[in-house]
């Protein structure tokens, strides 16, 4: 399927965090610097949606009941080998976009 548009960069300023739709499937967008990351946008522990929870440097923070992941490597604080499944990203012409084959 390819890589698909899910914002432009202006409109994801480092140290945020949103939620979108890759091919049916939620995704949390970080923006790190100038560096984007996805992952799944779906916290394992009860579903919370984490492109609506905090970002604190790396560290997704899930809305619900505050559970951690790193959002460049998915990693769960607390066991590391909890991960969330990582998406590739790519940024031209200022729009970003995540790869739904992927997805």
């Known amino acids: 399927m390819g890589f698909v548009k899910v914002g432009e960069v202006a409109q994801l300023p480092p140290g945020s965090l949103r939620q979108c739709q890759v091919a ?3 995704v949390a967008l970080c923006r790190v610097g100038d560096e ?3 992952v799944d946008g779906i916290c394992p522990h009860h579903g919370g949606p984490l492109g609506h929870g905090a970002l604190h440097g790396t560290t ?3 809305p619900f ?3 951690e992941f790193d959002c460049i490597t998915g990693e769960y604080d ?3 080998d909890v991960r969330l ?3 590739a990203v790519k940024v ?3 729009e970003v976009y995540v ?3 992927t997805a």
């Open 24 to 26: 049916g499937q939620t």
């Open 36 to 38: 984007f990351h996805a």
């Open 60 to 62: 997704m923070v899930c």
């Open 65 to 67: 009941h505050a559970w």
């Open 78 to 80: 607390r066991n590391p």
């Open 85 to 87: 499944r990582k998406f």
């Open 92 to 94: 031209e012409g200022g």
């Open 99 to 101: 790869d739904a084959g």
